[in-house]
């Protein structure tokens, strides 16, 4: 796909677009405030949310200044695969307002895409409408498709919601709204974003519910980092089978977000009872918070090996003293980064070959 140059109808120009951009950035910024300013967050979960905060207030900033005129530096390249997942987990707690799991599938095939922010602008958009559409309690589709070699991939957004009448399917992208306090403005939006980079955004025609593609070009085949951000999405504990041993609801909820998110199969328990019902030789490593187990720390470890003896074990307390002599593993002092959790489960997990 060849992409436009941008001119005077660049819809990075657009106040109205940016104004409709920086308000589903404050709605999700609202969402993780809220979070962070739970009772009982604890350090590691609030730095979580205001990460998250950081990163969409800046976005919101850019768009706002781009909309002006004002320099901003271009949105680069990212792996598709942290973009999707980075939008998924963002908007996590706006979709749980209302009961909903918003599901990612797909393969990304290592791929990059072009002008990163854009499509997380566009993903926003269409997640947070079929949110506002689809059932309570219901599933959101976020499925992406890729081919080697291919110029574009295509990300599709799904909801089991009431569907668009075939009058009115063209109309979505020229501002005809139906959603209660809806503008207008995001698929018209949305669209102009996608084809001012070479791509597109439809409705397709579906038996159920309402199904938007956004096709986009893929970038040049090299290495590329992803943006700085507070907390990374990579899927590099994808197949990792993870427990999580943690009385703090707090705690376990970031480590079952930011594992999951990282590609991990996570479960969570909170006592020594549940400890015992949930190890087994299937998992791949346990992160052990000495509290659910103080009474004999010893003992417990002692069983867990018994049922996994190849697990890497790495434990998250506040001092290695308070680690009893004879236990093996890795140590994370709390509060700790997702990253350096990451990387202490990754090292043991190798050590253990």
């Not at 106040?15 to 969402?31: C, D, I, K, P, Q």
């Not at 997380?120 to 992406?144: K, R, W």
């Not at 003896?309 to 997702?338: H, M, N, Q, Y």
Request: net charge negative; glycine share 10%; charged share 25%.
């Amino acid at each position: 796909m060849e992409r436009k140059t941008p001119d005077a109808d660049d819809p990075h120009r657009s106040l109205e677009g940016a104004l409709h951009e920086v308000s589903n950035a404050l709605t999700v910024l609202l969402g993780w405030v809220n979070e962070a300013r739970a009772s009982g967050a604890d350090p590691q979960a609030v730095a979580y949310a205001l990460g998250i905060v950081e990163h969409r207030a800046r976005a919101a900033r850019d768009l706002a200044r781009r909309a002006i005129g004002a320099p901003v530096p271009p949105s680069g390249d990212a792996p598709l695969a942290a973009v999707v997942s980075d939008v998924c987990e963002t908007l996590r707690l706006e979709a749980a307002r209302r009961g909903h799991l918003v599901v990612c599938s797909g393969d990304a095939g290592g791929l990059a895409v072009p002008l990163a922010e854009d499509v997380a602008h566009i993903l926003t958009n269409l997640i947070l409408n079929a949110v506002a559409y689809a059932p309570d309690g219901s599933a959101i589709g976020v499925a992406v498709a890729s081919r080697p070699g291919a110029s574009a991939i295509e990300i599709e957004v799904r909801d089991g919601g009431p569907g668009v009448e075939p009058s009115r399917r063209e109309r979505l992208f020229e501002g005809d709204s139906t959603r209660a306090g809806g503008a207008g403005v995001g698929l018209r939006h949305s669209r102009a974003l996608a084809r001012c980079a070479g791509g597109d955004l439809q409705l397709v025609t579906t038996e159920a519910g309402a199904v938007f593609r956004l096709t986009w070009p893929v970038a040049e085949p090299e290495p590329i980092a992803m943006p700085v951000r507070s907390a990374p999405r990579l899927a590099v504990l994808a197949g990792t089978k993870i427990l999580v041993l943690d009385d703090d609801p707090d705690v376990t909820d970031l480590l079952h977000a930011a594992l999951s998110a990282r590609g991990a199969d996570v479960t969570i328990a909170c006592s020594r009872r549940e400890l015992d019902e949930r190890i087994d030789v299937s998992h791949d490593a346990i992160l052990v918070d000495l509290s659910p187990i103080a009474a004999d720390v010893l003992g417990a470890m002692a069983f867990v090996r018994s049922r996994a003896p190849d697990v890497a074990v790495v434990f998250i307390t506040g001092s290695a003293e308070s680690l009893p002599e004879g236990l093996v593993g890795a140590w994370v002092r709390k509060p700790f980064e997702i990253s350096e959790l990451v990387a202490a489960v990754l090292g043991e997990s190798a050590a253990r070959g």
